[in-house]
Structure formats: structure tokens, C-alpha cells
């Protein structure tokens, strides 16, 4: 029982370190989210009719160990 405590910690804090790991800005905190801020929003919103066009593309969610949900089309 205490081997298995000291396992599933220890597993807890390695997964939380990589997910934070990821999170490291590359160009710096204010100019990476201001670059990305430009991005969004220069793209478009999602349409979802567009999924429903063809039977080989279907509407996708996954959610990452940080917590957030990537939405997009998946082909089949």
C-alpha cells in the first residue's frame, strides 16, 4: 500500500512537471501571447457545417493533461 502511495505521487508530480514544461515561452511572456493574439484572430471560426459535408470528416475533442480542450476536424 505505501509503495503504490509513493508510486502514484510521485507519477502525479512528473506529469504536472511536463505539462508546465510546455508552457515556457519561447520569445518572451508579453511578445509570444501578443503574436499569438495576432494569430487567432486574423483566423476564422470554426464552421461546423462544414463537418457535416462529407462522411469521412467528423468534428474532434481532445483534452491535454494541462487541462485544455483542442477542437478540430478529423479525417477518417
Not at 463537418?51 to 485544455?68: H, M, N, V, W, Y
Request: charged share 25%.
Amino acid at each position: 500500500m505505501r509503495v503504490s502511495t509513493i508510486i502514484l505521487l510521485s507519477l502525479l508530480v512528473v506529469g504536472h512537471a511536463v505539462a508546465d514544461d510546455r508552457e515556457k515561452t519561447v520569445c518572451g511572456f508579453i511578445q509570444e501571447r501578443f503574436q499569438f493574439w495576432l494569430w487567432s484572430s486574423a483566423a476564422p471560426e470554426p464552421d461546423n457545417d462544414r463537418a457535416s459535408i462529407s462522411p469521412l470528416i467528423e468534428l474532434e475533442e481532445f483534452a491535454t493533461s494541462d487541462g485544455k480542450v483542442l477542437r478540430g476536424y478529423k479525417y477518417v
